[in-house]
Each structure stands twice: as structure tokens, then as C-alpha cells.
């Protein structure tokens, strides 16, 4: 059996998204996200990019393992090259943040 998918099919991209949509709808009901208003956000997507959201470190690293986890089952990975962690109050100083054994790089927010 073969698996994946062929780069330039034009059924590629609509492929991934409905299998992306899966994973996050697997997901969403098991993570906790950040409250704005009396509504709860734990993942913002748009094309093959999601956010994951959380009040804390351990939140979004616990959000990231669920991901990852759910992924995984249906043949999907992270990127970890790609994948980035952005904090909008330093919780620690590290440069990086291990999730399993993904090391994520951290970005700065600039303040406005």
C-alpha cells in the first residue's frame, strides 16, 4: 500500500486539509486553551499552519504532545524546523522549548 501524497496533484492540498481538519477536530475537545471574552481559543489554523494555544508552558507543551500524538496516528508529523513557540510573557529563559523530542525554537513578540 502506498502512502502520502504527490507533490503538484492538484487534489494534494485539498487531501491534507481534510486530514489536517480531522486531527483538529480530534484535538480540540482534549486541550485546554486561553479564555478572551467567555470564549475559549485552543487552536487557530489557517492553510497547513496551526496555533496552539495556552495560558502557560505546560499547557502548550501538553497541547503540542496531544497533537503530535493524534497526528501520528493517521500518518501525519510535525515539522520541527518549521514549528515555533511564541510566548507573550517570558515564563523562563530558555531559547527553546523540548516537547518529546522536538526541540522548538522560541520567537520574539515586538511590543506596539
Known amino acids: 500500500m502506498m502512502t502520502g501524497l504527490k507533490k503538484?496533484?492538484?487534489l494534494s492540498p485539498l487531501l491534507f486539509?481534510?486530514?489536517l481538519e480531522k486531527v483538529i477536530r480530534k484535538i480540540q475537545n482534549t486541550i485546554l486553551g486561553i479564555n478572551i471574552n467567555?470564549?475559549?481559543l485552543d487552536v487557530l489554523g489557517f492553510a497547513d499552519d496551526l496555533?496552539?494555544?495556552g495560558?502557560?508552558?505546560n499547557t502548550v507543551v501538553e497541547n503540542t504532545k496531544t497533537l503530535i500524538r493524534k497526528a501520528k496516528k493517521i500518518g501525519l508529523g510535525v515539522n520541527?524546523?518549521?514549528t515555533k513557540v511564541m510566548e507573550t510573557v517570558a515564563e523562563c529563559g530558555e531559547e527553546n522549548c523540548t516537547v518529546d523530542n522536538y526541540v522548538l525554537?522560541?520567537?520574539q513578540i515586538l511590543s506596539i
Request: proline share 0%.
Open 8 to 10: 503538484g496533484d492538484a
Open 17 to 19: 486539509n481534510i486530514t
Open 38 to 40: 467567555k470564549t475559549t
Open 51 to 53: 496555533n496552539l494555544m
Open 55 to 57: 495560558e502557560n508552558k
Open 80 to 82: 520541527e524546523g518549521k
Open 105 to 107: 525554537e522560541k520567537t
